[in-house]
């Protein structure tokens, strides 16, 4: 089992960028395919990235293919989500997620964090 917690979100304008972090603990973060997801109010939850078990393949939602990169770091733990060219429509709460694979939804993922606030004013 492995416990997570997201940092990092806060409140940026239009084209800057955040870094959002999601510390895991347990020693079994190596064995899990992470994500990224994010929900606007109204809005259901929707897949933003995922990334593979080691450093390597990854996936990317559409609208934020070119300008999120997803990485992990297995020796420290975390998951990070680098956000460049940030858009209003960005604007979500994000959450970080384990799951088996390499999965883009959001019930194939047992894990989750709390949840980051990441606002993008115009």
């Known amino acids: 089992q492995v416990q997570l917690v997201e940092s990092g979100g806060g409140l940026v304008q239009a084209g800057g960028f955040l870094r959002l972090s999601c510390a895991a603990s347990?020693?079994?973060?190596?064995?899990?395919?992470m994500g990224w997801f994010r929900q606007a109010p109204g809005k259901e939850r929707e897949f933003v990235a995922n990334i593979q078990r080691s450093v390597g393949a990854t996936t990317y939602a559409d609208s934020v293919k070119g300008r999120f990169t997803i990485s992990r770091d297995n020796a420290k733990n975390t998951v990070y989500l680098k956000m460049n060219i940030l858009k209003p429509e960005d604007t979500a709460v994000y959450y970080c997620?384990?799951?088996?694979?390499?999965?883009?939804?959001?019930?194939?993922?047992?894990?989750w964090g709390q949840g980051t606030q990441v606002t993008v004013s115009s």
């Open positions: 347990g020693r079994t973060f190596s064995s899990y395919v």
């Open positions: 997620a384990g799951s088996s694979g390499m999965w883009t939804i959001s019930r194939a993922y047992n894990y």
